[in-house]
């Protein structure tokens, strides 16, 4: 495997019947890399991304993930991956605390590291306050945030982020993406899908989804002269309307 590719997919297709979600999908992803994977909902995005993550089985194609195979390293891949799903993956019943030591836990950190990550955690994200509330009380985009950190909790290579902004006020979201630059700046490659065009202008590259097929791919600069678009919105209605 290439070492500056941390995601490598071939062909990658999946079949529920004779219905192909994800029909023969070929991208690949270079280490530290904000990677978009937008598409309107439908389009196969988070099919997709559930095989590259390792809880969804291909039916065709090759895909490599962290130096990973995806048919017979599932298990390795979640390991060497954070993921971050659409629906807040935080239990609400627990505290903030409680929550980042139990995730700790899972991602096999020791005691001392869950310690020291923890108090990191808590300051960099001024959560003191409320480091021993249950998360349930929290604010959406708090949650959101503390989330993310969660996910990155173990330096995973890659981070899997699932419209991670999907419902927060433009001001979280702008925070979220600080985050986001923050942690790929420091090595961490962020897959991340959204229905947000405007959130494509911040990643690196772009890949648009229609149909369960892979319609572009290249940078969005690139991608609104191709299309002759102002916008990244300009481009997607462009791409589904055929």
């Avoid at 994977?37 to 196969?44: E, V, W």
Wanted: some cysteine; proline content about 2%.
């Amino acid at each position: 495997m290439n070492n500056t590719k941390v995601i490598q997919v071939e062909g990658l297709t999946k079949m529920f019947g004779d219905f192909a979600a994800v029909d023969a999908i070929t991208f690949e992803v270079e280490k530290g890399e904000i990677f978009g994977f937008l598409g309107a909902n439908g389009a196969g995005k988070t099919t997709a991304m559930k095989m590259l993550i390792g809880i969804s089985k291909p039916t065709l194609g090759k895909a490599n993930v962290a130096g990973f195979d995806v048919f017979t390293q599932a298990e390795d891949i979640k390991k060497n991956i954070g993921y971050m799903s659409q629906k807040f993956a935080l239990y609400d019943d627990l505290t903030v605390k409680e929550n980042i030591t139990f995730f700790g836990g899972i991602y096999g950190l020791s005691r001392k590291q869950i310690k020291e990550k923890s108090a990191v955690l808590i300051e960099e994200l001024e959560l003191k306050e409320v480091a021993n509330k249950l998360v349930g009380a929290l604010p959406l985009g708090w949650k959101q945030k503390l989330s993310f950190s969660v996910a990155l909790l173990h330096d995973p290579k890659i981070v899997f982020l699932d419209e991670p902004t999907g419902g927060v006020d433009p001001i979280t979201r702008r925070q979220f993406w600080e985050m986001i630059y923050k942690a790929a700046n420091q090595g961490t490659t962020v897959f991340v899908t959204t229905h947000y065009m405007d959130e494509a202008e911040y990643c690196d590259r772009v890949s648009i989804m229609v149909n369960g097929k892979i319609e572009a791919l290249d940078t969005p600069k690139k991608l609104k002269e191709q299309f002759k678009a102002d916008t990244m919105n300009e481009v997607f209605l462009k791409l589904a309307r055929g």
